[in-house]
């Protein structure tokens, strides 16, 4: 990549970009029209009547509101403009989708404990959970039955593993947080890390965030990464 101009908008976070756009956009109008596309593409548990397999993949173009997307997106070009300058379209794609489909297998794999715990008080609980019913005032059923019912959406797990690349690969570049705050990344990287697994152990009731989805794509993206540098395919 040597002598080649920086791009600030490379091809694959471009067209990311634009197809993470183009699902939002028909999301929000085909819900106008009664028809909501998150029942098929973002990722439901297997348990769920609604699970597909493509959803491991397609969940990663669906997000929850405007918010949502607006700072995966902007993440995504943040960190994302400099790797793929770095490592080329191919291979920055290739980590882009290794480690969102990464980040739902552990969300899966973590959901599902969730899941086979609150099993083991009632058989029925599961039976009803399927069908989005759950006994009236006990609470393990109705959490079982929200967690079976309730889908994944988002590039967050990706995102992750982005971060994770940009703070192994850069990690004495200054982040400022608050646009007054300065960090190096490792650091921040590192912090984000921290929380994630944090917030996800805590498993506050309240919060909706899928935390050991960031947490999958940081794994998954050590992983790859590793495994690229013992080919001796990449430096750092």
């Known amino acids: 990549m040597i002598g080649q101009r ?47 397999p493509h959803q491991l993949i397609t969940h990663m173009f669906m997000h929850a509101n405007f918010t949502h ?11 994302g403009k400099t790797l793929e300058n ?38 029925d609980y599961l039976i009803l959970a399927k069908e989005g019913k759950f006994y009236v005032g006990n609470i393990e059923s109705i959490n079982l039955t929200k967690i079976v019912n309730t889908p994944m959406v988002g590039a967050s797990g990706a995102v992750y593993g982005l971060l994770l690349a940009f703070g192994i690969l850069f990690p004495n570049t200054l982040l400022y947080l608050y646009l ?17 697994l944090i917030s996800g152990i805590s498993n506050n009731p309240g919060d909706n965030v899928a935390h050991f989805a960031h947490l999958g794509g940081m794994i998954f993206g050590i992983i790859l990464l590793k495994y690229w540098k013992k080919k001796g395919d990449i430096y750092y």
Request: glycine share 8%; hydrophobic share 55%.
């Open 180 to 196: 007054a705050i300065p960090v190096k990344a490792k650091y921040f990287v590192g912090g984000i890390g921290v929380l994630s």
């Open 86 to 123: 770095v490592w080329g379209g191919k291979r920055f794609l290739t980590f882009y989708m290794i480690t969102g489909l990464g980040a739902a297998l552990i969300y899966c794999v973590y959901v599902q404990f969730q899941i086979n715990e609150l099993s083991q008080f009632n058989s």
């Open 69 to 79: 997307l607006f700072f995966n997106m902007f993440t995504l070009w943040m960190f």
């Open 6 to 52: 920086f791009s600030h908008l490379p091809n694959i976070v471009k067209n990311l970009m634009i197809i993470n756009g183009l699902f939002f956009l028909a999301t929000w109008s085909l819900q106008s029209r009664g028809i909501d596309l998150s029942q098929w593409l973002a990722l439901h548990q297997f348990q769920s009547p609604n699970f597909m």
